[in-house]
């Protein structure tokens, strides 16, 4: 049977106690914002959860970072600096992130978690300009901005997996693949719409998504495989590898189907034995100029078909993927089969794809 959750979301009596905070504070007048974010905001607040309330001040003076004791709940008050904020209003405008340039829309840690906050608060309140700087964050460009920069994040986990296979390491190979797949598994739930910072609710969020209830089992599995200390390295490189390859999967189908609309799901996940299949240590970035197959320290734009195909190579056979691909009637087409079979070849060549091995795990 499986565990049951609830979202656990802002109420009347956290409003209340927010409101009273505000208060004793000198009332709403004294504050240009005044926002309840934190995650009773993205419903996945619990018994010991601060309700969060973001606040600036009119004259943008300085306000002491306190927890108020109120209506039995703990109301954290986090100064929001104007100039900042806009700042980041600005970059999530639009999506301005090039292969070549990458420093629009790099944020800190402090600006990305200011980011996430912004963008699932309840607005309490706010001025005419503070109210347009926030109507002017487009919630695409969000998740785009947020899951770029963890893309290569991932690309670069996957990257220390396979060098850590090779130089016979399995510390590094369990460390880095359970890194690549957290990593892999929040860039799914952005791109689907649930957008949080920091792991400890990552379970929970993936618990309650409906793109992941068909992987909930998989992605259990690979994060709580346990491996005897001293015991098979090859044990470990094993779950590495498939930990990595379904990080792939995630952050390709992000970046592709879920880059421009909300990701709603995903097609079914498997690793057959017929014939070729994704390599586990590359995976897709996309930017505002293309889409890259990263791996091996190397990065090579693709178009977007052939990034599409790379993720449809599940290890079925050529002639299945070729059917989804290029469809009944198309792969009758000579021509069709030829640019199809020239692709598969140039994914060869790169080194993003795998042969068949009869003995391939699943998973």
Sequence with gaps: MLWTTHDVSLTDEHRAAAQEVIEQLGGVEQFSLLMLSGSFAAGLGHSASDVDLYVTRVDNAPVESVAYPRR????????VDRATAEQIAARVSSFAMTATNRDALRLSLVERRLLIRLSIGELL???????????????????????LPRALATASW?????G????????????????????????????????????????????????????????WELFHTPFEHGGSKEQVFDVARRRC????????????????????????YRNDAEGPLRSPYFGLVQYLDG?????????????????????????????????????EVLGEDSSARDEFDAAIARLVELGAIEEPAADRSAG
Excluded at 72 to 79: H, L, R
């Design 158 to 162: 996957q990257e220390d997996v396979a």
């Design 125 to 147: 309140h706010a001025d005419a300009d503070f109210g347009r700087t926030l109507a002017g964050m487009d919630r695409i460009a969000i998740q785009q901005s947020l899951n």
């Design 291 to 327: 889409i890259s197959l990263a791996g091996a320290d190397k990065g090579y734009k693709v178009a977007p078909a052939l990034a599409r195909l790379w993720l449809a190579l599940d290890g079925r056979s050529v002639e299945q993927v070729r059917a989804e691909v290029l469809g």
């Design 72 to 79: 039995g709940f703990m109301v954290q008050v986090t100064e």
């Design 164 to 219: 850590a296979i090779v130089s016979e390491d399995p510390y590094t190979a369990a460390q880095a693949s359970y890194l690549a797949l957290q990593e892999a598994c929040d860039i799914a739930l952005v791109a689907s719409g649930d957008i949080y910072d920091g792991q400890k609710f990552l379970y929970r969020r993936l618990a309650r998504s409906a793109v992941f209830q068909p992987l909930m089992d998989v992605v």
């Design 245 to 268: 390859r379904l990080a792939s999967f995630l952050v390709g189908h992000a970046v592709t189907t879920g880059w421009t609309v909300p990701l709603t799901e995903l097609p079914e």
